[in-house]
């Protein structure tokens, strides 16, 4: 167990919706990145937030938005699904160079 | 940019075969380089870490040596169990926010 969580572990959805994805970092951590696992694109870097401001951008969608809040947890938010946003999403959490992965949000747009 | 190239799987061994899994990486300035692995329905999990070049990293009989002259870190491990199979990414952070850039990942498959 990592310490990182990830909220729900599964979401079935249809194309156009909206859905959010939660992330609650290790206690103490105040980085959160965002990746996305692909069968296509494999892993990639979404965002960073530290501390509750963006940090680092990666190939994120203009559909896709994140924020970390006052308690650092982040929350990622999807819109306009499309077919190809089916994916595995992790959040990780981080002090200095070592990240620590959460279990992951599978998210099915149907 | 940076980039990380790692072989391709799957990679099929019996029990106690010897294990090397290749990765070479394009980066600017000195990054870190990084062995997670992923168990089927989980998430990564930190394998071994290097922060510099010449330094190898080792967690349950797994070593790779940060090559900054081949720009390699490759993976090995000397006997593999049937628990070994996953799949396993390199990676490589560098710059300032260490975000991780990934390797397409090898799958392992090992056999009793």
């Known amino acids: 167990d990592s310490g990182v969580t990830q909220t729900p572990k599964h979401l079935i959805t249809a194309t156009g919706q909206r859905v959010t994805l939660r992330c609650s970092p290790r206690s103490g951590d105040l980085s959160v990145y965002w990746y996305q696992q692909s069968l296509d694109q494999g892993l990639q870097f979404l965002i960073q937030?530290?501390?509750?401001?963006?940090?680092a951008k990666g190939n994120i969608l203009e559909r896709f938005s994140a924020q970390q809040f006052p308690d650092l947890h982040s929350e990622l938010n999807l819109s306009s699904l499309e077919l190809g946003d089916s994916a595995l999403y992790f959040c990780?959490?981080?002090?200095?160079?070592?990240?620590?992965f959460g279990p992951g949000t599978r998210l099915t747009v149907l | 940019g940076n980039s990380v190239t790692q072989m391709e799987g799957p990679v099929t061994l019996s029990e106690e075969a010897f294990l090397t899994i290749n990765c070479t990486y394009t980066?600017?300035?000195?990054?870190?380089l990084f062995w997670y692995v992923q168990y089927p329905g989980e998430g990564l999990q930190l394998l071994l870490k290097?922060?510099?070049?010449?330094d190898k990293g080792s967690n349950k009989g797994f070593e790779a040596t940060y090559r900054k002259e081949t720009t390699s870190f490759h993976l090995e491990k000397g006997s593999v169990q049937v628990s070994d199979s996953a799949v396993y990414f390199c990676?490589?952070?560098?710059?300032?926010?260490?975000?991780?850039?990934f390797g397409a990942g090898t799958r392992l498959a090992v056999h009793p």
């Open positions: 290097a922060t510099k070049a010449d």
């Open positions: 990676a490589l952070s560098s710059g300032g926010y260490n975000k991780l850039i």
């Open positions: 937030y530290y501390n509750g401001e963006e940090r």
């Open positions: 990780a959490s981080s002090v200095e160079t070592e990240q620590f």
């Open positions: 980066a600017t300035g000195y990054p870190s």
